[in-house]
């Protein structure tokens, strides 16, 4: 999920409420576009821009279902 979009969701991502069995981040370095993994918390401040539709950092949520056999 894209960071700054919507802090909410993001801060409870980060927190553990919507458990999720992990919570990585990737974050992009402009204008040279590469993206590096690092800590969701590292990227607790990215913005999203909504004029270009871009985010400085993502977030990669894990979630298994663990009632399925």
Known sequence: ???????????????????????RALSCSYPSMIWQETTATEVAGGV????????????ICRWTNETQP
Request: no cysteine; proline share 6%.
């Open 1 to 23: 999920m894209p960071v700054g979009y919507h802090p909410r969701l993001d801060a409870a991502a980060r927190s553990g409420a919507l458990g999720f069995r992990s919570v």
């Open 48 to 59: 999203y821009d909504k004029l270009n539709h871009r985010a400085d950092a993502v977030l």
